[in-house]
């Protein structure tokens, strides 16, 4: 089965920050630029993790491991793995906010809704897109999609 | 009688594990569970959350309707393993059913502790512990039937805090009363101790330390009030005891399976007796820090087990690796992550990096030993917490990033670059 992934380059990344944004739109009621920065309430997070130190930066989504520690923590079943896609996703409602894929995800890469306790974001590589946004917008080939056989 | 091919007791998170572990490699012979609950599946942690009213009781399963039908396992509820033995692979359930396996694996969780206290018998209302459903939904009956507003909880580790987590959610201020001279006294340091007990005390929740209960006192079959090492008498209408669990040792009592505090095994999960597998909070394997076996009580640990018990099972060799103690809790409206070594002993070559925030009321607390991280602590600042779990697991020589690792912005950045790389690289990624 071939299988996408998301691949990331620090040496390309310029620390723009655009992959966020439209990270943010894609997963907006909207899904349009604007609206989602201006008229949408809770503005989604981005499930992107940005980080910058001097001249290095990358931006960083969830790797979608092959035995990932996130579903096997997961105490409600929201957090699992799609046979098909082979792509680790979140169902919300299910979640209860206990925060154990937080705990145990090596990258760091869930994001916690504290307030609302819910797991805020996580890839899903724009599942309901054709292409990711954060690779289709990052204007340096930093985020790229690659196909690997699984 | 047909031989079960694989025989699974217990029916919680390891067995799940156990049993996609097995379809994995081994579609053809038959599995079966048997449990002495009635619910076709729930999560053990969800009955906090459950108890707060925050979930009902759909939500509680945490695989689907169609698990063990998709799974090919015959699931038999309702029925307690009475005995085992183990030159025949055999076990007796309640109902005098025999069922004989080729392989088994044991796990069946932990049972609640319950200190000697006078007056105690089990024919009193309004006293309860917290592990099953069962109890839970009674406990939750009582608490609506009985409009009750005063609860007195005995316990102030992680599950007594469940207990209180829950309660709070459901309008209830609890008094909490603690063995030690502070509460999650195995699970945190002194000063993430007394923030968790300042913000309980703000929320109404009362926080007695030092002191046990010692007697109680009933009017008409209910219990009425409590009395105290110290002297101290509390009326209550109702007492959970969360003290802890221990493991559930029933049914290998008198077989001539090895245990120690739980049962005995081995890198595999195999117990002494061939073909014989226990995996869970009953079972105690390695834990990756001290090198000995140790129960850890805790799903991620239950879950792995329960995969390596039946990947081994199916006849593919596998190895568990060991984890450690890590936990993750809310109480009142503080996020907390804890792994590892916490508290360390003076003295004993530690170092301790820590720094609280006063303004934003977090903690972070990491524990060092031979440049390594081996504990960690997070009040109010969990959001890169699986990183530092990485750290340990992979036991990275820190001492280059050492005065970054307690920074608001600690990430995959402060890694050296060569094992950042190494990290994202996943099966047929290149960065």
Redesign the interface.
């Known amino acids: 089965m071939v299988?996408k992934?998301i691949?990331?380059?620090?040496e390309y990344c310029m620390g723009c920050r655009v992959c966020e944004v439209y990270c943010v739109t894609q997963h907006s009621a909207s899904k349009n630029i604007l609206k989602a920065y201006k008229g949408e309430y809770p503005r989604p997070a981005s499930a992107i993790?940005f980080?910058?130190?001097g001249h290095?930066s990358?931006a960083?989504q969830c790797?979608?491991?092959?035995e990932p520690?996130c579903v096997?923590?997961?105490?409600?079943?929201a957090m699992y793995l799609d046979e098909e896609k082979g792509y680790v996703l979140h169902n919300r409602d299910?979640c209860?906010?206990?925060?154990?894929c937080?705990?145990?995800?090596?990258?760091?890469v869930?994001?916690?809704d504290?307030e609302n306790?819910v797991v805020a974001s996580k890839c899903d590589l724009c599942i309901e897109a054709e292409y990711p946004a954060c690779v289709a917008h990052c204007p340096n080939e930093a985020i790229k999609l690659?196909e690997?056989?699984? | 009688m047909d031989k079960i091919r694989y025989l699974i007791i217990g029916n919680s998170v390891a067995a799940v594990?156990c049993v996609e572990a097995i379809r994995g490699y081994d579609t053809t012979n038959d599995i079966t569970i048997v449990s002495d609950e009635e619910p076709f599946n729930y999560?053990r942690?969800?009955l906090s959350?459950y108890l707060g009213g925050?979930?009902t009781q759909e939500?509680l399963?945490?695989?689907?309707r169609d698990f063990y039908e998709k799974h090919r396992v015959n699931l038999i509820l309702g029925k307690r393993a009475e005995r085992l033995d183990v030159s025949k692979k055999e076990v007796l359930l309640t109902d005098s059913t025999l069922l004989s396996c080729d392989r088994c694996l044991i796990s069946v969780g932990g049972v609640p502790i319950v200190p000697p206290i006078e007056g105690f018998h089990d024919n009193i209302e309004g006293i309860f512990t917290f592990l099953k459903l069962k109890e839970t939904k009674n406990l939750i009956d009582y608490i609506k039937r009985e409009t009750i507003k005063d609860v007195v909880v005995l316990g102030g580790g992680l599950i007594g805090l469940k207990v209180v987590e829950g309660l709070v959610e459901r309008g209830i201020k609890p008094t909490v009363i603690e063995l030690m001279d502070r509460i999650l006294a195995n699970t945190f340091d002194k000063e993430a101790s007394s923030i968790i007990e300042e913000r309980l005390s703000q929320g109404g929740c009362k926080v007695i330390k030092e002191d046990t209960i010692q007697g109680i006192e009933t009017k008409g079959g209910k219990i009425s009030s409590i009395f105290l090492r110290s002297g101290k008498e509390l009326t209550t209408s109702l007492l959970i005891i969360a003290v802890g669990v221990r493991p559930n040792l029933e049914l290998v009592k008198g077989t001539p399976i090895r245990v120690d505090r739980g049962i005995l095994v081995d890198r595999f999960m195999r117990t002494n007796i061939e073909d014989v597998y226990a995996a869970g909070d009953c079972a105690q394997g390695i834990d990756f820090l001290s090198k000995t076996n140790a129960v850890i009580a805790i799903?991620?640990v239950a879950?792995?087990q329960g995969?390596t018990a039946g990947l081994n099972m199916s006849g593919i060799t596998t190895e568990y690796p060991g984890l450690f103690a890590?936990?993750?809790v809310?109480i009142i409206d503080i996020?907390t992550?804890s792994?590892g070594i916490t508290n360390p002993p003076e003295e004993e070559g530690y170092e301790v990096l820590k720094r609280q925030d006063k303004t934003k009321g977090a903690y972070k607390k990491i524990v060092l030993k031979d440049s390594r991280v081996v504990g960690i602590i997070l009040l109010n600042c969990?959001?890169?917490?699986?990183?530092y779990?990485?750290l340990i697991?992979e036991e990275i020589d820190v001492q280059d990033f050492k005065d970054q690792l307690l920074g608001d912005?600690f990430?995959?950045?402060?890694l050296p670059k060569d094992f950042r790389k190494h990290?994202?690289e996943?099966?047929?990624?290149?960065?």
């Open positions: 299988k992934r691949v990331i380059n620090e993790v980080e910058q130190k290095i990358f960083l790797r979608n491991c092959e520690p096997e923590a997961c105490l409600t079943g299910k209860v906010g206990c925060w154990m937080i705990m145990v995800c090596p990258f760091g869930i994001k916690p504290l306790k690659v690997i056989d699984g | 594990n999560s942690p969800l959350y925050r979930i939500r399963p945490f695989v689907n799903w991620p879950a792995r995969r890590m936990n993750s809310q996020p992550i792994f969990i959001e890169r917490a699986g990183v779990g990485m697991r912005d990430g995959l950045l402060v990290l994202v996943g099966r047929g990624i290149v960065v």
